[in-house]
């Protein structure tokens, strides 16, 4: 008998032999994470065979990674017709408890793909009694004083959603007293994504209510959740506290990860400062086909194997925005947490999508209407959706949705595809209808996406079209709010100035990637990132601001 009275059938420790390699790999990750922790963290899976058989095996086999490495962690799992699971009240296969006796944390489906990473940290901030959480935010959370039932709908798939599911953990794991919270994955409950019309992910609720699309900086997080409606702007209480460094990066794309390798080896204090998921566009491609040496590979893979390297070298800051820069000596750079005292700065901001600017757009942006198929995609398995544009980035999705089972019709104001060849022939080779010379007028629907206006540009004619969602895939833009701010020159077409070692009109800032217009590729942006690091090493030891005039 366990401590909940309970006959729970105790999960065996060893697994078929078949299965060995692959867990012997998974555990030489688990095991110095776990291997000190200091408190039993008990698991409850609550399973019905027959109802999402893979993903109760794929949790089954995560959990026992990590109880080879640790035998703090117990697994005890019961039946869906067991009294604990009426007790508490739980009806969905699989579901997983944390701890059940001191946190009421809840995980609607199996911690696989990104989520395992979300599933660890929780058991980490569990077995470990402390969420991490930062000063800041924990004023802010300190002023939560009625209870707050948190919902964080995420998919295995999406970059973003452990950022949020952390989020909302950390702040369990503070107050458990009046916080409760449960992890939804949408690919194992499509009933409840579809109840609160949560069809982009991450998206958070608290109480019911909308409280946060997408993922946010851990300050932001708790100022939603007790304002209880999404909060964009976080002013700390406090001074910010500050950190030295010879060269700031903004932005953890392929860019800014190479400048911090880069910059790193050659001796300089170099920080990477990344607002949301790193690998900024690569995070969200879902494959890569151009990278030398990988013949085809998942964008978060690549962008993983780039983060570990750039770790081993530079300090990362991840879930910061950079607000402002004040160019000076030194160049102050202020984030929604801290202050950075630089002597460089590289602007690696690259590049965000653009909107359709449709009416019902931006109204039902998150209920249909999506700028991510790799996070979003699974929603809309065996259902009808449009993806607007005709480049690389629309055929690219367009084939991903089409394999992932979701019925996509191409939608294009022009006449051919702007897409490489290879990638177009794809599209007719999967027989996925195309929409020429169509445009989307309006995107229509009460609570959610039901129809999409539709406009032939030649023979001036509209027809509506019945969909479940609208991806959007018509470019990018450069992310230069930033560099406007602060006075850094731009270009007709809006890019970054710069000259041929990546120097803009303001002495000690630079930049790379995307930003910088010209291909927009990963290996053009990574070997402007080592560039404009070379650059600036040298104009560290010889700042040419002070020997002659910046260059025009
Ligand atoms: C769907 C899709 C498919 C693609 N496929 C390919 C492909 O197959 N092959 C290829 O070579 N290229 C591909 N690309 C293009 C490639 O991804 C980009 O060229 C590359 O990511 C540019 O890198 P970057 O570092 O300059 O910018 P980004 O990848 O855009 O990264 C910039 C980062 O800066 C961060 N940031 C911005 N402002 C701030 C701030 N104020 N504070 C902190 N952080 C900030 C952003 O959050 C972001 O993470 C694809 C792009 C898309 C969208």
Same mark, same amino acid.
């Given at each position: 008998?366990?401590?909940?009275?309970?006959?729970?059938?105790?999960?065996?420790?060893?697994?078929?032999?078949?299965?060995?390699?692959?867990?012997?790999?998974?555990?030489?990750?688990?095991?110095?994470?776990?291997?000190?922790?200091?408190?039993?963290?008990?698991?409850?899976?609550?399973?019905?065979?027959?109802?999402?058989?893979?993903?109760?095996?794929?949790?089954?086999?995560?959990?026992?990674?990590?109880?080879?490495?640790?035998?703090?962690?117990? &697994?005890?799992?019961?039946?869906?017709? %067991?009294?604990?699971?009426?007790?508490?009240?739980?009806?969905?296969?699989? +579901?997983?408890?944390?701890?059940?006796?001191?946190?009421?944390?809840?995980?609607?489906?199996?911690?696989?793909?990104?989520?395992?990473? +979300?599933?660890?940290?929780?058991?980490?901030?569990?077995?470990?009694?402390?969420?991490?959480?930062?000063?800041?935010?924990?004023?802010? &959370?300190?002023?939560?004083?009625?209870?707050?039932?948190?919902?964080?709908?995420?998919?295995?798939?999406?970059?973003?959603?452990?950022?949020?599911?952390?989020?909302?953990?950390?702040?369990?794991?503070?107050?458990?007293?009046?916080?409760?919270?449960?992890?939804?994955?949408?690919?194992?409950?499509?009933?409840?994504?579809?109840?609160?019309?949560?069809?982009?992910?991450?998206?958070?609720?608290?109480?019911?209510?909308?409280?946060?699309?997408?993922?946010?900086?851990?300050?932001?997080?708790?100022?939603?959740?007790?304002?209880?409606?999404?909060?964009?702007?976080?002013?700390?209480?406090?001074?910010?506290?500050?950190?030295?460094?010879?060269?700031?990066?903004?932005?953890?794309?392929?860019?800014?990860? @190479?400048?911090?390798?880069?910059?790193?080896?050659?001796?300089?204090?170099?920080?990477?400062?990344?607002?949301?998921?790193?690998?900024?566009?690569?995070? /969200?491609?879902?494959?890569?086909?151009?990278?030398?040496?990988?013949?085809?590979?998942?964008?978060?893979?690549?962008?993983?194997?780039?983060?570990? %390297?750039?770790?081993?070298?530079?300090?990362?800051?991840?879930?910061?925005?950079?607000?402002?820069?004040?160019?000076?000596?030194?160049?102050?750079?202020?984030?929604?947490?801290?202050?950075?005292?630089?002597?460089?700065?590289?602007?690696?901001?690259?590049? /965000?999508?653009?909107?359709?600017?449709?009416?019902?757009?931006?109204?039902?942006?998150?209920?249909?209407?999506?700028?991510?198929s790799t996070c979003d995609g699974p929603l809309f398995k065996g259902r009808k959706v449009i993806i607007v544009g005709g480049g690389n980035s629309a055929v690219t999705e367009a084939l991903h949705l089409h394999n992932i089972g979701v019925g996509v019709t191409l939608v294009h104001r022009r006449d051919s595809l702007r897409a490489q060849e290879h990638l177009a022939k794809s599209v007719f080779s999967n027989n996925i209808p195309v929409l020429f010379n169509t445009?989307?007028?309006?995107?229509?629907?009460?609570?959610?996406?039901?129809?999409?206006?539709?406009?032939?540009?030649?023979?001036?004619?509209?027809? /509506?079209?019945?969909?479940?969602?609208?991806?959007?895939?018509?470019?990018?833009?450069?992310?230069?709010?930033?560099?406007?701010?602060?006075?850094?020159?731009? +270009?007709?077409?809006?890019?970054?100035? %710069?000259?041929?070692?990546?120097?803009?009109?303001?002495?000690?800032?630079?930049?790379?990637?995307?930003?910088?217009?010209?291909?927009?590729?990963?290996?053009?942006?990574?070997?402007?990132?080592?560039?404009?690091?070379?650059?600036?090493?040298?104009?560290?030891? %010889?700042?040419?601001?002070? @020997?002659?005039?910046?260059?025009?």
């Amino acid at each position: 008998m366990d401590r909940w009275g309970a006959e729970g059938m105790e999960e065996p420790r060893r697994e078929p032999v078949s299965e060995r390699a692959v867990m012997d790999q998974l555990e030489s990750q688990l095991e110095p994470l776990f291997k000190d922790l200091p408190n039993e963290v008990p698991l409850l899976l609550f399973t019905r065979p027959g109802k999402n058989d893979i993903l109760a095996s794929a949790a089954r086999f995560l959990i026992r990674a990590i109880r080879e490495v640790s035998p703090k962690i117990t &697994l005890r799992e019961f039946d869906l017709s %067991h009294k604990l699971a009426r007790q508490w009240s739980i009806d969905r296969s699989p +579901t997983l408890l944390i701890d059940p006796d001191r946190y009421r944390i809840r995980w609607l489906g199996a911690p696989v793909g990104e989520e395992a990473r +979300t599933f660890v940290e929780a058991l980490l901030m569990v077995g470990h009694r402390k969420s991490g959480m930062g000063e800041e935010s924990l004023r802010v &959370l300190n002023k939560v004083d009625t209870e707050r039932d948190i919902k964080v709908f995420v998919s295995p798939s999406c970059p973003y959603c452990p950022q949020q599911a952390v989020n909302a953990l950390k702040a369990v794991v503070e107050k458990p007293e009046s916080l409760s919270l449960e992890i939804i994955d949408i690919q194992a409950n499509p009933d409840l994504a579809d109840q609160y019309s949560a069809q982009s992910v991450p998206q958070t609720y608290a109480n019911d209510l909308l409280i946060a699309q997408g993922a946010q900086a851990e300050e932001l997080f708790v100022l939603s959740l007790q304002k209880l409606e999404q909060q964009t702007v976080f002013i700390p209480d406090i001074d910010a506290e500050e950190v030295e460094a010879d060269l700031v990066v903004v932005g953890g794309g392929p860019a800014g990860l @190479t400048a911090g390798i880069y910059a790193a080896r050659s001796g300089l204090r170099a920080v990477v400062v990344e607002k949301g998921a790193l690998g900024g566009q690569v995070a /969200t491609t879902p494959v890569v086909e151009n990278y030398p040496g990988l013949t085809q590979v998942g964008g978060k893979t690549l962008v993983d194997l780039m983060v570990t %390297h750039a770790l081993e070298y530079a300090k990362i800051f991840q879930s910061e925005e950079v607000m402002d820069i004040q160019p000076g000596d030194p160049i102050v750079v202020t984030t929604n947490r801290r202050r950075f005292l630089s002597r460089a700065v590289l602007l690696a901001t690259g590049a /965000t999508y653009r909107h359709l600017d449709v009416p019902g757009e931006s109204r039902l942006s998150g209920h249909g209407v999506s700028y991510c198929s790799t996070c979003d995609g699974p929603l809309f398995k065996g259902r009808k959706v449009i993806i607007v544009g005709g480049g690389n980035s629309a055929v690219t999705e367009a084939l991903h949705l089409h394999n992932i089972g979701v019925g996509v019709t191409l939608v294009h104001r022009r006449d051919s595809l702007r897409a490489q060849e290879h990638l177009a022939k794809s599209v007719f080779s999967n027989n996925i209808p195309v929409l020429f010379n169509t445009e989307v007028k309006e995107i229509r629907g009460k609570d959610r996406v039901q129809e999409v206006l539709l406009h032939d540009n030649r023979t001036e004619k509209t027809q /509506t079209l019945p969909v479940d969602g609208v991806f959007v895939a018509v470019g990018y833009a450069p992310a230069v709010e930033l560099a406007k701010k602060i006075g850094v020159e731009l +270009t007709p077409e809006g890019y970054i100035k %710069h000259d041929d070692r990546h120097r803009t009109n303001i002495p000690g800032i630079y930049a790379a990637g995307d930003v910088e217009g010209g291909y927009k590729q990963i290996v053009t942006a990574t070997g402007q990132g080592a560039e404009a690091s070379m650059a600036i090493f040298e104009d560290l030891v %010889h700042p040419y601001w002070k @020997t002659r005039k910046v260059a025009e």
